[in-house]
């Protein structure tokens, strides 16, 4: 489908949230790594309630049927809400910031978010591992309604590269492979096109120019744009919604996702479940995996 631009008008504290956390990434640059007090102060914001038709069309391009989610704002449209209050929880932090990767996510849903309700965001940074290859700045968000409390909590994971410096003694252990499992069953599969990357930012407002600016991309060590994690995330949530769980929007509490390598633009990917509440995507069986994911059914 073709994003109407209509929604740009609704991303102004997205975008305000961007330049903002440019301008945290700018005077962390020359920063070290060194004290810094965790758990962060806790940052509380308010959002005016996303429209339905924005929902509708964002349901759409993943995938998702609106019909399901009447009523309800997909748990997996936290995007559209989170990002400037987790861009702030990073001002201060002794790192550079601008090159951090979005790691994954692990989230809890407790009830439903209402449609229509205005959201009441918590944001904190939990705790930074920092040790010889990465930094991981580990952030809670915590999404309410009026009528919903605590509907839904968002454990984001942030990862920051570390370079090998020369001369340093010893082999780099390499990670376990994450490849598709063999025994992987096929779902679907995703032709996208070069302007993936644009249309989800103008969903949710993540207009991180490594999406869909190609020389961003490159500048960026990815040989061009490079799709959303949560782009890839949300599809696959709502391709295990309609095969696996029958469209049963509420069968699960939480999901766990990790995003192991990125989705090229423009590109082809597969959708793959394996033992029950796994899922992955990557180009087949056997190969590298760029999403890894797990779920938890609910037992009422």
């Known amino acids: 489908m073709s994003v109407s631009a209509r929604h740009l008008l609704r991303q102004g504290p997205n975008v305000v949230g ?13 920063l070290k790594g060194g004290a810094f007090a965790t758990p962060g102060p806790l940052i509380t914001g308010h959002v005016k309630a996303p429209a339905q038709d924005l929902i509708r069309d964002y349901l759409v391009w993943v995938g998702g049927d609106p019909k399901a989610w009447a009523g309800q704002v997909p748990h997996h449209f936290f995007p559209y809400w989170n990002f400037p209050w987790m861009s702030k929880t990073l001002e201060g ?9 979005n790691g994954g996510v692990t989230l809890t849903m407790n009830r439903p978010i209402p449609v229509g309700e205005d959201l009441i965001v918590t944001a904190q940074l939990i705790r930074i ?9 580990h952030q809670r968000v915590t999404t309410s309604t009026a009528s919903a409390p605590d509907a839904q909590v968002a454990e984001m994971r942030l990862v920051l590269p570390k370079k090998r ?9 390499p990670d376990a492979p994450k490849i598709v499992p063999n025994d992987a069953r096929e779902l679907a599969r995703w032709k996208l096109p070069a302007n993936a990357g644009l249309d989800f930012a103008v ?5 991180n120019p490594i999406h869909w600016i190609p020389a961003a991309g490159r500048a960026a060590g990815f ?12 599809r696959a949530l709502e391709g295990v919604n309609a095969s696996v769980l029958s469209g049963r929007i509420d069968s699960m509490s939480q999901y766990d996702v990790r995003f192991a390598r990125p989705v090229k633009l423009p590109g082809k990917v597969g959708l793959f479940v394996a033992e029950p509440g796994t899922f992955f995507v990557g180009d087949s069986v056997g190969a590298p995996a760029n999403l890894i994911g797990s779920y938890t059914l609910r037992k009422d």
Do not use: N
């Open 129 to 137: 591992d920092d040790d010889e290859r990465r930094v991981v700045f």
């Open 18 to 30: 961007l330049l903002k956390g440019g301008v945290t990434a700018f005077r962390s640059r020359g």
């Open 93 to 101: 932090v002794p790192y550079d910031v601008s090159k951090i990767l």
């Open 165 to 173: 410096k020369k001369g340093s003694v010893g082999e780099k252990v």
């Open 203 to 207: 969903l949710t407002g993540d207009f």
């Open 223 to 234: 040989g061009g744009c490079i799709l959303h994690g949560f782009a890839t995330m949300a």
